[in-house]
């Protein structure tokens, strides 16, 4: 154990004000082989927990010190840069603090867990745009998982908008946006009201976000205050009777809004953490009976979406693997040229972005996700332009509200 720490403490200090989309926990994984399967991995995250001993790992207890200082950094920033160079220029080799490699992302599930029935949820997983959503000062910022700015809007959360008592506070929310319905689907929680909740355990982070949402009302209404929807995913205990009920209803959704991608499932007692964890799993739901177990009754409705040419999850992996790291490197290539207009990242190789990507459609949904990606950031320019001073505006506009 001691072992494992060291080299974790070894990977983090080198990695420290690097760019890079390595996990908290990635020496784990490269050293898979010797430290064994998932199961085993699961046990020395949460002993590593359990010990108090994460502290060397946990970079999220810094999370609104993070928050303030991207904030500044933008408040400060008097011009956007197009471009960086491929050699050393002076002033370019600093980056800047973003919110990159901030949420908690999901590895397959390749076997059951051990403890599944007692201490394991399950998150039906909307189709949509993940982000980090952070509430401060008097405004909503929402990033990609890269830290690339995507929105901006007033919301009632604490520190959402300049109009309430909160405004000095700070929320921060893994969430999935849905465009068409314009609402934001509540995944995690990372902080609320200036309290970080990164420590906290799963179980207890979800039941905190269900009674201080239970208080917003105004969290579930358009108005002008609030300019997108707010909804909780659910979260369903994985005891027999409770997760077969789940399986055999579809849609996961009323009126299948929004379309369900695919199911996460989240161990009762993690952390939330940085990059991939084994605490946090990734299925299709055409897979759930072949990893989890044929005494599961999964609906046909379900089973259907199976593409034509599915083997098994194994073999699903192994094409998806290779056909993914070759865009990447395809994308790496084009991204290292120098160009005056913004590059575009390749999304993280991580299960809850696959969206059936290797149904007949040959990655048809894959690149459907990088051109909403592309016009995103061609977008991004215009945005920053029309949130400047928005301060001052979002000022104004209260005062407006209260003469009225």
Known sequence: MDEVLERL???LISEEGKESNKTNFENLYKYAGRLGNQEERRREILEIQKSNRNDKLDKFRGILELVNAVEEDTVFKTKRVYYRPNIYVAGFNRA?????NVLMLSEWIIEKPDDFNENWYVTPCPKGTRLLVVAHQGSTKCYTKYGHFRHEF???LPGGNTCNAYKKKCCVLDCFYQEANNTMYILDLLAWNNQPMTDCETEFRHYWLETQ???IPGLKVISKRNKVIFSLLPKVSCTPELFNNFMTT????PNNIPAIDGLLFYHKRAHYVAGETPLVGWLFPYMVQEVLGSEITVNDSYLAKKPINYVNQADFIEKFEAKYQKKNRTRRTSTNSMDTSDSIKTETNTPEKKQNALNNNDFNETENME???NGGKEKESVTECE???SESIAVTKCEEEKKE
């Open 371 to 373: 051109a909403e990606d």
């Open 154 to 156: 007033r919301t009632e």
């Open 96 to 100: 800047p603090p973003t919110y990159s």
């Open 9 to 11: 403490e070894t990977t």
């Open 387 to 389: 949130n400047m001073d």
């Open 250 to 253: 579809y849609p996961a959704f």
């Open 213 to 215: 949402l239970s208080e």
